[in-house]
């Protein structure tokens, strides 16, 4: 069984920074894609940032150079950092890790979801 969990949420004023973290844990045999996506009140679920297991990265036009996706494969984790938040940034925002397990094939992984909420 794989559970992913998340922190790093909260309140944060308009142009400031949070780091979110997304942490795997259980039978893991190996992790691909990770990345994170969100969702904001009554808008449908986004995807924000993505990265591949060699490291190559997407982002949605709306936070490209303000966001930075980064992953540990040492310790199953993915993070984003965000910069420069913006008020249209807040969101619950929610991880996901392709892993397969030592008795299963790939499946995405589900974090709980953090919220964010950017405002003065």
């Known amino acids: 069984q794989v559970q992913l969990v998340e922190s790093g949420g909260g309140l944060v004023q308009p142009g400031g920074s949070l780091r979110l973290s997304c942490a795997a844990s259980?039978?893991?045999?190996?992790?691909?894609?990770m990345g994170w996506y969100r969702q904001a009140p009554g808008k449908q679920r986004e995807l924000v940032a993505a990265?591949?297991?060699?490291?190559?990265?997407n982002y949605a036009d709306s936070v490209k150079d303000r966001f930075t996706i980064s992953r540990d494969n040492a310790k199953n984790t993915v993070y984003l950092q965000m910069n420069s938040l913006k008020p249209e940034d807040t969101a619950v925002y929610y991880c996901?890790?392709?892993?397969?397990?030592?008795?299963?094939?790939?499946?995405?992984?589900w974090g709980q979801g953090t919220q964010v909420t950017v405002s003065s």
């Open positions: 259980g039978s893991i045999f190996r992790t691909y894609a």
């Open positions: 996901y890790i392709d892993i397969s397990t030592v008795v299963t094939r790939r499946n995405d992984y």
């Open positions: 990265i591949t297991s060699g490291g190559d990265t």
